[in-house]
């Protein structure tokens, strides 16, 4: 029983890591031999007979049932019947996928190697494409709310070198916002979770702000004012008539370093970004968002409470 075990945990990680091979391979853009199911002897056999019993055949089983003297050819022949229908029973009944060994190696594999062309796919697109992100915070008020959902595209980078200042950029936070320690792990389980970006699995944070700084431009908040990059003071539109999100701080001037960010949120007193832990190395940035794919309509109005006064 013990050895029945072994052999078959041994068959299925077997079937696993053949599983493996042949997704990597369907992935490649050539002819291919389809590969066949396993053959049940039983019901091969089983179903042969049945099919192919001649009406001539029929009438002998019947002629024999008369004839005391012909009890062996009866019993042969009610013993076809049976294997011709437990051969058609085996071969539609589901069991047959985890008590036949062969069957259970082919759907281990194919399930396998059908799970390896979703992933290679799916990490392809998060790559080169883009992905899906929601908002989480008020930081980015009042251009982006709460539950706000975004495409986060990925293509633009492959033709320009940097992105352009006031892009709305998701990033890997560097480790000064996270006390000193590092968000993005590099084992391979961390690294297949990055990539595929499953939402069960448990994903890195990740941060939404604004670029402001580029590389070599001078910085500088004036508090109740706004921002000055290289002694000129940034026009924000979407500040326009909401003089409640800038800055009631100051900060700087600094010299934003090579192949480093600013970056701030759009609500500046009630964002943790660039002002708290610093520049932004731009190997940690994610993609830019495109557009906006979903804003929850369920806002109700309400009584005024004096007693929240």
Sequence with gaps: MKNDFLSSLLNIIKAFFVG????????????????????????????QQQHHRTAAERT?????????????????????????????QQQSSWKKYYKVPEWRYFIVREITAQIV???????????????FRYIPSESMLPTLKIGDKLFVEKISRLFRKEYQRGDI???????????GKESILKDPINLLIRLTGLPFLPQPEAYIKRLIGLPGDKVEIIKGDGIYINDKKLLEPYHEGSPEFIAAYSYGAVTVPANNYLVFGDNRNFSYDSHYWGFLP???????????IYRSLDQKPHFFDASML
């Design 20 to 47: 493996i091979a042949y997704g990597f391979y369907d992935l490649i853009p050539i002819k291919k031999t389809p590969r066949n199911e396993p053959v049940d002897e039983n019901a091969e056999i089983g179903v």
């Design 60 to 88: 002998s089983s019947r002629l024999r049932r008369t004839n005391d003297r012909s009890v062996l050819p009866v019993h042969e022949d009610h013993e076809d019947n049976e294997n011709a229908e437990i051969g058609v």
């Design 117 to 131: 062309i979703v992933l290679v796919l799916l990490i392809i697109v998060r790559t080169t494409i883009g992905e």
């Design 169 to 179: 950029i998701i990033f890997f936070p560097p480790a000064s916002a996270s006390e």
């Design 282 to 292: 731009k190997d940690r940035v994610i993609g830019r968002a495109a557009f906006l």
